[in-house]
Every structure is written in C-alpha cells, then in structure tokens.
C-alpha cells in the first residue's frame, strides 16, 4: 500500500500495472507519464478526478475499474488511440456518445458506473461507427 506519485519522474514509462494492489490516493501526478500507453489500477484505492489524464494522450489501453476515481468522460476526448478502456464500477459519469472521435476504441466496459448508455438506437449507431463492444448493466 502507499502513494504512487514517486513514480511521477518516470517520463519515459509506456506500461503502469498495479491491479490489485493497495495503492491509494490521487493520480494526478501521472500527468508527467505521458509516455504512457497502457494504465492498469482496477481494484485498487485511488480516488479523484480524472481529467488530468487528457495529457496522456499515447494511452491505448485504460483500466480504472473498480476504484474511487470520479470526473466527467469528456477528458477522454483527446485520447484518440485509446483502444481498451474499462471505467465499470467507477464515479466516471456522462454519455458514450461524447467518445465519438476515438475510431480507435474497440472495447469499452461502463458496467456499474454513472456513464449514461445511450438510446438503442444512437448505440447501434456508435457501435457500427467503431466496430466496438460495450459492456454494460441493466
């Protein structure tokens, strides 16, 4: 367990795994990985917003769920080669279709999270748009 920020001098990080682990508190200091292309947290204690991940724009795969981040999905808008991103089980909140520009995107879980599903009829839209899969709850 611990804080994570003495990883902030690691620039040229591209793969940050710590599922499962007991880190904890914010994430704001991975701001400076920008370096970054794959982030992995789920099922560990970090907490607050998100937005500062805008900077992080080489990420490809994203996985916060099961954690205590929060924040508005409009700071995914810049991370146009995010292929994988899982936000289930997260205070993550606002609609799918505001991803419309990240053609990358072939994978996306929102199960459990405040991310509002669109209309049956603007999700077969998006999903045709982006070959994607979204996984979510009823």
Known sequence: S???????HLTQLQELNLFGTGVSGSLSFLQTLTQLQTL???NTHVSGS???????????????SITQVSGSLSFLQNLTQLRMLDLSHTQVSGSITSLQQLTSLSEMSVEGSQVGVPTEHELAVFTQQHSITILEHD
């Not at 937005?51 to 080489?58: A, D, E, G, I």
Request: no cysteine; hydrophobic share 45%; glycine share 4%.
């Open 2 to 8: 611990g804080s994570l920020s003495s990883l902030q």
């Open 50 to 64: 998100v937005s500062f991940l805008q900077n992080l724009t080489q990420l490809q795969t994203l996985d916060l």
């Open 40 to 42: 992995r947290l789920f």
